[in-house]
Every structure is written in C-alpha cells, then in structure tokens.
C-alpha cells in the first residue's frame, strides 16, 4: 500500500523539536503495532497510543491511515530525512509573533 504523493508537513510543526515528537510518536505506533502482531489470541492488548493533534494534522494533510505498517515505514523515513537534512532557520522577534503570524511565514518558507 505504497502513497505515491511527497508528503508535507502541517503549518503546526515550527521547529525541530516538533519533528522529533511527531517521529516519536509515529515510532511508538509502529512499536505498539509490532508487539500487537506478536501477542496470541486471548492476550491482554494495551490500548493504542494516544496521537497529538500534531500527528493527527499530518496525516490528515497527507491522507494517511497510519494503522498500514508500509504508510509508518514510508512517514518514519520521511520525517528521519527532514531531521538530518533539512535546513533549520532561527529568526528572532521583539515580542512573540502571534501563532497566525507564525503560520503564514512557514507557509511562505515552504512554498
């Protein structure tokens, strides 16, 4: 089940620390998801793990269903890619800029 578009990244992931959370997230489905695979019929299944509004909106964007073990191998690659090779822009603010504000310069730097 191969998802033939590049993917992107939804306006809420700002910084790198974003990524490493959304990649740790995506990581911990793909654990829980292993070790359900690996339990016998009857076993006590812990429940699935909670998803932030942050990995909700990618795969939202990217209309994923991150239960296909393939569509978590191909976003675990993607976000590894961004982390060590994207480039990473500090900009400095009087005040801090509104979340709007925010948004729409990711979008234009994207772009």
């Known amino acids: 089940m191969a998802h033939d578009k590049t993917l992107q990244l939804p306006l809420l992931v700002v910084s790198p620390t974003d990524l490493s959370r959304l990649k740790r997230e995506v990581e911990a489905l793909e654990e829980y998801m292993q070790q359900a695979a690996l339990r016998k019929g009857g076993e006590q299944l812990a429940k699935l793990p909670r998803t932030s509004r942050m990995l ?7 209309d994923l269903n991150l239960l296909h073990g393939e569509l978590r191998k191909q976003t675990l690659d993607f976000l590894g890619t961004l982390e060590t090779k994207a480039p990473v822009l500090n900009m400095s603010f009087a005040r ?3 979340s709007a ?11």
């Open 56 to 62: 909700d909106e990618f795969a939202s964007t990217n």
């Open 96 to 98: 801090d800029p509104s």
């Open 101 to 111: 504000f925010v948004a729409k310069i990711i979008a234009w730097l994207r772009q």
